[in-house]
């Protein structure tokens, strides 16, 4: 299995262009979620996925929209980037609420110039 | 409303010595309780959790953490610390009310000198 995966690894962007960061998991797990990691602040949630074709917003879902067509992707946009949104961003993946234990992808990271 | 505390930035300790990584956290419900780990360039790995059940548990690479509900602490354990555990930890909480939120406390890196 190659557990969660993200393209791209790396992108640098110029303020107002957009892109979609793409997460696939060959688990087949239920929830989904995108974070977003900052130095000294830990992980902050931007959005997630509790199944197919649903989303929710996290606590930084800002300037980010998702979606999730199919049970193992769920993709990131960022319509019109700003020099805020430098960070990297990690992809995870866990079952369900039951079994919390989160799954994460190796990160992309992002420079918005 | 969820938050997890890790007190320090930074832990230093020599190569055989014992480690503790400490975290407190506040949940309205009974918590779940995580510890990860992040080496340099990757993504988060799971090493340990507590949901119910005996206060001390045994997680991976020789890690253990002990939940403390009195003192709403999930310290991160090791008899004796190696070169290699250096690295970024990370405590998270998620109460047990059906949230699927999943809180990160802002880490603390270890350094461990040989």
């Known amino acids: 299995n190659a557990g969660v995966t993200q393209t791209p690894k790396f992108r640098v962007l110029k303020t107002g262009q957009s892109m979609t960061l793409l997460c696939a998991q060959d688990?087949?797990?239920?929830?989904m979620y995108w974070y977003r990691q900052d130095p000294g602040m830990g992980l902050r949630l931007i959005h997630y996925?509790?199944?197919?074709?649903?989303?929710a917003k996290g606590e930084v879902p800002d300037g980010y929209n998702v979606s999730r067509l199919k049970k193992q992707n769920f993709l990131l946009g960022l319509e019109s980037a700003a020099p805020s949104q430098t960070s990297v961003y990690f992809c995870?993946?866990?079952?369900?609420?039951?079994?919390?234990?989160?799954?994460f992808g190796p990160g992309t990271r992002l420079t918005v110039l | 409303a969820q938050s997890v505390a890790q007190p320090e930035d930074q832990v230093n300790v020599a190569e055989g010595n014992p480690l503790t990584v400490k975290c407190t956290y506040s949940v309205s419900g009974n918590p779940y309780l995580f510890w990860y780990v992040q080496y340099p360039n990757r993504g988060l790995q799971f090493l340990l959790k507590y949901i119910t059940g005996d206060n001390l548990v045994k997680g991976s690479y020789g890690f253990e953490a002990e939940f403390n509900k009195s003192q709403t602490s999930f310290h991160l354990k090791k008899p004796s610390a190696l070169v290699s555990d250096s690295a970024l930890y990370f405590c998270?909480?998620?109460?047990?009310?059906?949230?699927?939120?999943?809180?990160f406390g802002a880490g603390t890196r270890l350094f461990v000198k040989a």
């Open positions: 998270a909480v998620r109460d047990d009310t059906g949230g699927f939120k999943t809180i």
């Open positions: 688990m087949n797990h239920e929830y």
């Open positions: 995870a993946s866990s079952y369900h609420s039951d079994r919390p234990t989160q799954y």
């Open positions: 996925s509790v199944g197919e074709g649903t989303t």
